[in-house]
């Protein structure tokens, strides 16, 4: 158990729609990752929050937001869903900034019909 | 953005022999990098490390190797166990994000 909690596991909507998925980092951790993996792809980097600011933004569609909480969980907000935004998406979450290694949690798998 | 590659989507070794997983990177602003070892349905897990002052981390059975000049590094595994079967990811960090290779399947027969 890497101590990161991801919510919804799972999750299966219609294109058009809008998701939020949630992620609780680990305890004491102040930084939350977000990436996302479609099949057969690498983790393709969407966003990184650091204590509640925005660090650094990746590959990230403008339909896709995110936000980091005061009690440091974070959400990543979907709008709009087409049918390619079907894919493993992954928090992560680290005590600092940068190089050091991040801790993962299990992914909410997001399926578009 | 293929600033992180892993040329190589699969390996397969026989058990007790080495395992060498590839990867390389564009940016120069990377200064720390990473490999992950993932299983089914579970998120990546961190396995080394390596700082770009250092040419060399070990870790057990694991090694990785960086080659600054290249712009490349590489996991060894020795010896490979059956449980090492997996998906590995290369990772490079720097400038506040860290960015992931493709990933390789490694397959270690018994």
């Known amino acids: 158990d890497s101590g990161v909690t991801q919510t919804p596991k799972h999750l299966i909507t219609a294109t058009g729609q809008r998701v939020t998925l949630r992620c609780s980092p680990r305890?004491?951790?102040?930084?939350v990752y977000w990436y996302q993996q479609s099949l057969d792809q690498g983790l393709q980097f969407l966003i990184h929050y650091y204590n509640g600011e925005e660090r650094a933004k990746g590959n990230i569609l403008e339909r896709f937001s995110a936000q980091q909480f005061p009690d440091l969980h974070s959400e990543l907000n979907l709008s709009s869903l087409e049918l390619g935004d079907s894919a493993l998406y992954f928090c992560a979450s680290s005590r600092d900034r940068g190089n050091e290694k991040l801790f993962f949690g299990s992914g909410t798998q997001l399926s578009v019909l | 953005d293929q600033q992180v590659k892993q040329n190589s989507p699969s390996l397969s070794v026989q058990e007790g022999r080495i395992s060498i997983l590839n990867c390389d990177y564009t940016?120069?602003?990377?200064?720390?990098f990473l490999w992950y070892k993932k299983y089914p349905a579970e998120g990546p897990t961190f396995l080394i490390s390596i700082s770009s002052i250092k040419d060399k981390n070990e870790d057990g059975r694991f090694t990785v190797f960086l080659n600054k000049s290249a712009k490349h590094l590489s996991l060894h595994i020795v010896p490979s166990q059956p449980g090492d079967s997996a998906v590995y990811f290369c990772?490079?960090?720097?400038?506040?994000?860290?960015?992931f290779g493709a990933g390789t399947r490694l397959t270690v027969k018994p």
């Open positions: 305890s004491g951790d102040l930084s």
């Open positions: 990772a490079a960090s720097g400038n506040n994000d860290m960015r």
């Open positions: 940016n120069s602003m990377f200064d720390y």
